[in-house]
């Protein structure tokens, strides 16, 4: 089986790429640049833009079985971006294979962030994201939804892991001892790139099509979460920082200062996804379906943190 997956040069891409390596099947990775996939070896590299038509054009989509339509941003300054990229590259590309008479599959990976904040199930009929990305991928999964190809769509919530950066930040604030303490109800699930990447392979080797699934490895509290964090560091100082969404609205309009002084890759809109109360994967269709994530929390955090300290990062 031969795979294209674009997006192949970044955090959840690369994983994905080597979850299909692992399983046998040949992988043609696409982005702009290299990026991580140097690291990797087995991945035959093309470069491909999928906001620039001409590029999407002269790309060459023949022969193969299946595509992992993985390229996307999650953070960007200009929200216009989140539109051009996540929408309007989706789109651009689904055309471009109805053209050319495309046969394979066809894997989108959408968000949890289509939802809006919540308990998600798949069989929501009211989608209601609340960012410009929200949007973003809710109008590019309509587009793969609506369209002739023989789709999944995958939406996993916030994802951890090895090469990811975004939330290098938090785990250095969790070094230190500090705890951000929301009140216990604001929960979120997380997942582990290599568990979001298996998750792709078995829905590649199952005979699903036109199915919507979510992801997600287990539902925490922030507190929750940082203790596990501070567990795997072996972090026994706690500074606990009571946070409530008064805050919040309170540093908004400073929200830039904390892109810079902490790093995180946050914005006006990160904050409205903090201030929601509940980010949470209720739905258990993967499970049931037979998904066994390879993955434990504990495994799963020892890995990412250990790929921070030896990119010096912690
Ligand atoms: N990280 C999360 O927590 C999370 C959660 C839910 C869903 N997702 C989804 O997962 C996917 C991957 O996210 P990620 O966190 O792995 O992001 P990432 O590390 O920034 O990777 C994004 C990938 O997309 C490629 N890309 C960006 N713009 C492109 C363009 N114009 N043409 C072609 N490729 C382009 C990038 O390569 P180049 O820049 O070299 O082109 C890169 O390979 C996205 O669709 C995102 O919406 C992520």
């Given at each position: 089986m031969r795979v294209l997956v674009t997006g192949a040069s970044g955090f959840l891409g690369s994983h994905i790429c080597e979850a299909l390596l692992q399983e046998g099947l040949q992988v043609v990775g696409a982005s702009r640049g290299k990026g991580?996939?140097?690291e990797i070896e087995g991945v035959d590299w093309r470069f491909l833009d999928i906001t620039d038509a001409d590029s999407v054009e002269n790309f060459d989509f023949s022969g193969f079985d299946a595509i992992v339509h993985n390229a996307g941003i999650t953070f960007s300054r200009k929200p216009r971006r989140y539109l051009e990229v996540n929408y309007l590259g989706t789109k651009l590309l689904i055309d471009k294979l109805i053209r050319v008479g495309y046969q394979g599959r066809f894997l989108f990976i959408s968000s949890l962030s289509v939802h809006g904040p919540g308990r998600a199930r798949e069989d929501d009929i009211r989608l209601i994201?609340?960012?410009p990305y929200g949007v973003s991928k809710l109008l590019g999964e309509q587009e793969v939804r609506a369209s002739s190809l023989d789709w999944v769509v995958l939406r996993p919530p916030v994802i951890f892991g090895e090469r990811d950066r975004a939330l290098v930040g938090l785990y250095k604030l969790m070094a230190k001892g500090v705890v951000l303490s929301w009140k216990p109800e604001k929960q979120l699930t997380v997942a582990y790139a290599k568990n979001v990447a298996a998750a792709v392979a078995f829905l590649l080797k199952r005979d699903v099509s036109r199915?919507?699934?979510l992801i997600g490895d287990v539902t925490l509290s922030w507190e929750e979460f940082a203790q596990?964090?501070?567990?795997?560091?072996?972090?026994?100082?706690?500074?606990?920082l009571p946070l409530r969404n008064w805050m919040v609205d309170f540093v908004a309009p400073w929200v830039g200062f904390l892109r810079l002084i902490l790093r995180l890759p946050v914005d006006r809109h990160k904050l409205e996804e903090v201030r929601a109360n509940q980010w949470v994967v209720e739905s258990r269709k993967l499970i049931e379906e037979g998904f066994n994530p390879p993955f434990e929390l504990e495994e799963a955090l020892s890995r990412t943190l250990s790929w921070c300290r030896s990119k010096r990062l912690l």
């Open positions: 991580v996939l140097s994201p609340i960012t199915e919507v699934y596990k964090v501070m567990e795997t560091l072996g972090v026994n100082r706690r500074v606990v």
